[in-house]
T-cell receptor, first 114, second 113 residues
Framework: AQKITQTQPGMFVQEKEAVTLDCTYD???????LFWYKQPSSGEMIFLIY??????QNATEGRYSLNFQKARKSANLVISASQLGDSAMYFC???????????FGQGTELSVKP | DVKVTQSSRYLVKRTGEKVFLECVQD?????MFWYRQDPGLGLRLIYF???????EKGDIPEGYSVSREKKERFSLILESASTNQTSMYLC????????????FGNGTRLTVT
């Protein structure tokens, strides 16, 4: 069965520094997708970045990049040049293809310090 | 922009009441989902639907049912609310493609007393 694990309940980072949020997953399916979401204190879920299991390159979206290590089954989110507005909960999620359910990790609460 | 609207932001109900949580999306998405979010547990899938009148159980369907009579509307029903159903409930929708991200509503915080 598919499983997603985020082992860091909370993290602190200094403003303007880079931070890595860990995500490991377990699946026996060769075809799947990985998603990261941000949830600020307002509660809305904001989609950040997507990585497909067959994608040759690591995904990037502005200050967000995904460190995808398929053999290790990890999909860590890297946020460069942290900003105060990056303080939020971050969720990693995975879906097996085709037609699988999107399941989420437990989340990591990131606090950016000025 | 995709808009997913949940009818209530906060809801307080009594144990044993029948509770309806409504969700409407305006982007003609085929897929709709209900999750609940609890601290330390992340989001857990309750039910989802790939089409009108279709429904599939998620990981924690016990105590819940759903209804999808129209494509844009997906309702979550708590037949007899219990205190352990106090939680944040999130509705989402997406196109049918597997690599499409889900678009979420702002959530309904339900308290059952």
């Amino acid at each position: 069965a598919q499983k997603i694990t985020q082992t860091q309940p909370g993290m602190f980072v200094q403003e303007k520094e880079a931070v890595t949020l860990d995500c490991t997953y377990d699946t026996s399916d060769p075809s799947y997708g990985l998603f990261w979401y941000k949830q600020p204190s307002s509660g809305e879920m904001i989609f950040l970045i997507y990585q497909g299991s067959y994608d040759q390159q690591n995904a990037t979206e502005g200050r967000y990049s995904l460190n995808f290590q398929k053999a290790r089954k990890s999909a860590n989110l890297v946020i460069s040049a942290s900003q105060l507005g990056d303080s939020a909960m971050y969720f990693c999620a995975m879906r097996e293809f085709p037609g699988g359910k999107l399941i989420f990790g437990q989340g990591t609460e990131l606090s950016v310090k000025p | 922009d995709v808009k997913v609207t949940q009818s209530s932001r906060y809801l307080v109900k009594r144990t044993g009441e029948k509770v309806f949580l409504e969700c409407v999306q305006d982007m003609d998405h085929e897929n709709m989902f209900w999750y609940r979010q609890d601290p330390g547990l992340g989001l857990r899938l309750i039910y989802f639907s790939y089409d009108v009148k279709m429904k599939e159980k998620g990981d924690i369907p016990e105590g819940y049912s759903v209804s999808r009579e129209k494509k844009e509307r997906f309702s979550l029903i708590l037949e007899s609310a219990s205190t352990n159903q106090t939680s944040m409930y999130l509705c989402a929708s997406s196109p049918p493609q597997d690599n499409s991200p889900l678009h979420f509503g702002n959530g309904t915080r339900l308290t059952v007393t």
